[in-house]
């Protein structure tokens, strides 16, 4: 039986774009080099094995220090956290940042990247380093979700709440792209993933006054399975609804800070009158002219809003409604309104 022409015209075509497409590929993958011993050393902080893989962290101040734990958001390495960080060690905190699975110097294990992982890995941590006492835990944008979790899990190992500009897992389409795994490895390969860098100033209201954010984020992209873990992530955060959860962990006594920049782009700053509506006795502190990340570009405000919270462990009076403090120093009333994201 022969085939006619055309066929083989075809098959040869094929064949010729499929090792075009693989070498494209392998020349574009940004992901180059395996997250080993060598990369390790060359890393600052400090690494420890837990179940899953190494998992990279920074842990200073006096030993005997309140412990503060700083849960980053959902894919910039624990230097997100400098300004806070520092800070905090300096007014003799013990404070502990780390990466997540799939992210800075930690390990990208071949797991899914569920809700479940990101609270095993910072029990484990904390068991592992030999931190037993309550924690003032801190968390930023994604970390919220993280934070909330562990706190509902942990109810007796969270002292105090600390929201930056926060967000939570609540359902939601999941990318088309994001659908067909192979065609996301590749895009994001050639594409798509070089530009995650850049993308990253749009956290600011002013992304020309850090000029090299997108370089400190490109470190992590050179290591195999960032993409891998990235993906994983996207798909598990839209199964979840952390609506209930949130409202049961704002039913506890513990004192809780929400801070949130007035021009966020990423999590508008509207959505924390839903926040304030689940944790009524929350404290908002609104920071003027910032984006999704206030602590970088209004330390000035922030850093202090902290420390005065962490220091005076205190649990704000509520009568009618939720009260918030504004960067400006005055006072309004934040309407309480069910979560719709």
Not at 128 to 152: C, P, R, W
Not at 319 to 327: D, E, K, L, N, W
Request: charge should be negative; glycine fraction near 8%.
């Amino acid at each position: 039986m022969h085939l006619p022409r055309w066929f083989w015209c075809c098959t040869v075509a094929s064949a010729f774009i499929g090792i075009a497409a693989g070498i494209t590929y392998r020349i574009a993958d940004p992901e180059q080099l395996e997250l080993d011993a060598a990369a390790r050393r060359s890393a600052p902080g400090q690494f420890v094995r837990l179940a899953e893989g190494y998992t990279h962290y920074d842990l200073a101040g006096p030993p005997d220090g309140r412990v503060a734990v700083l849960a980053a958001g959902g894919s910039v390495p624990y230097y997100i956290w400098d300004p806070i960080f520092t800070a905090l060690v300096a007014r003799g905190f013990h404070v502990l940042r780390y990466d997540y699975y799939g992210r800075g110097f930690s390990d990208r294990p071949h797991v899914s990247y569920t809700q479940d992982l990101y609270v095993r890995q910072l029990a484990e941590l904390l068991d592992t380093l030999g931190i037993h006492a309550q924690i003032d835990l801190l968390a930023l944008s994604f970390g919220g979700s993280v934070a909330t979790s562990f706190a509902e899990q942990y109810p007796g190992r969270v002292h105090s709440l600390a929201y930056i500009d926060p967000a939570f897992r609540s359902p939601r389409p999941v990318p088309r792209l994001a659908r067909f795994a192979p065609a996301w490895h590749f895009q994001m390969a050639v594409s798509m993933e070089r530009a995650l860098a850049n993308e990253q100033l749009g956290d600011f209201l002013h992304p020309e006054r850090f000029p090299d954010w997108p370089a400190r984020y490109e470190v992590q992209l050179q290591f195999r399975g960032f993409r891998r873990a990235r993906l994983s992530h996207i798909l598990s955060f839209a199964e979840e609804d952390q609506t209930e959860k949130l409202r049961r962990v704002g039913q506890h006594p513990r004192p809780v800070l929400l801070i949130w920049g007035r021009q966020d782009r990423v999590v508008p700053f509207e959505l924390s009158a839903q926040v304030m509506a689940l944790m009524p006795r929350a404290k908002l502190v609104a920071v003027d002219s910032a984006g999704h990340l206030p602590h970088w570009e209004q330390p000035e405000v922030v850093v202090p809003a902290v420390i005065d919270f962490l220091q005076r462990g205190e649990t704000m009076e509520e009568s009618s409604g939720a009260r918030s403090f504004s960067s400006t120093g005055g006072e309004d009333t934040v309407a309480c309104q069910h979560i719709t994201q």
